[in-house]
T-cell receptor, first 113, second 113 residues
Framework: KAGVTQTPRYLIKTRGQQVTLSCSPI?????VSWYQQTPGQGLQFLFE???????NKGNFPGRFSGRQFSNSRSEMNVSTLELGDSALYLC????????????FGPGTRLTVL | KQEVTQIPAALSVPEGENLVLNCSFT??????LQWFRQDPGKGLTSLLL?????REQTSGRLNASLDKSSGRSTLYIAASQPGDSATYLC????????????FGEGTQLTVNP
């Protein structure tokens, strides 16, 4: 079974631009969560989607948004990029909820210049 | 106060040693607890999931335990190897309605040959 895939793996953007990251969960998994990882803040939860609906949201500004498609693939969008958005963005997939083991993708490394 | 705390922050041991990594959480609201390892610049690899009704899980040389009453989990690694060198993270899920993981800061483990 293929694991969680994320594209692109690396991105370089400049301040003010916007970016879209993609995550394809493990086949059969309906929950996709997004996390931001930085050296200073560690791993922080962005949001979770389940069956195309946002089920949980972390403490991030509205510039961070996401969506999930009917095939469970998810996209995350960051508008008006700031230097502080430079981070490793990770997505995790699970069968349905907190009861289940979650599996992470390799991440997208975003650098904002 | 950090919701999930990991001690020690870093650990260096000679090959072959048995070791224990600690994870503690501020309240007993835990649905399940998951241990991960992360290699530099990579995504997270799931090691063990302990559901709230369980006390421990084992996989190969790894054993994880959960004590909800004291708010602690431990990851025991037997006969450590240089390939075990990585950052180990614990994360908890509060409830069944959602997959939000709250992570500790991690323990950076180095196993010296």
């Amino acid at each position: 079974k293929a694991g969680v895939t994320q594209t692109p793996r690396y991105l370089i953007k400049t301040r003010g631009q916007q970016v879209t990251l993609s995550c394809s969960p493990i086949s059969g998994h309906r929950s996709v969560s997004w996390y931001q990882q930085t050296p200073g803040q560690g791993l922080q939860f962005l949001f979770e989607y389940f069956s195309e609906t946002q089920r949980n949201k972390g403490n991030f500004p509205g510039r961070f948004s996401g969506r999930q498609f009917s095939n469970s693939r998810s996209e995350m969008n960051v508008s008006t990029l700031e230097l502080g958005d430079s981070a490793l963005y990770l997505c995790a997939s699970g069968v349905q909820g907190g009861y289940n083991e979650q599996f992470f993708g390799p991440g997208t490394r975003l650098t904002v210049l | 106060k950090q919701e999930v705390t990991q001690i020690p922050a870093a650990l260096s041991v000679p090959e072959g040693e048995n070791l224990v990594l600690n994870c503690s959480f501020t309240d007993s609201a835990i649905y399940n607890l998951q241990w991960f390892r992360q290699d530099p610049g990579k995504g997270l690899t799931s090691l063990l999931l302990i559901q709230s009704s369980q006390r421990e899980q084992t996989s190969g040389r790894l054993n994880a335990s959960l004590d909800k009453s004291s708010g602690r989990s431990t990851l025991y690694i037997a006969a450590s190897q240089p390939g075990d060198s990585a950052t180990y993270l614990c994360a908890r899920v509060r409830g069944p309605s959602g997959s939000r993981l709250t992570f500790g800061e991690g323990t950076q483990l180095t196993v010296n040959p």
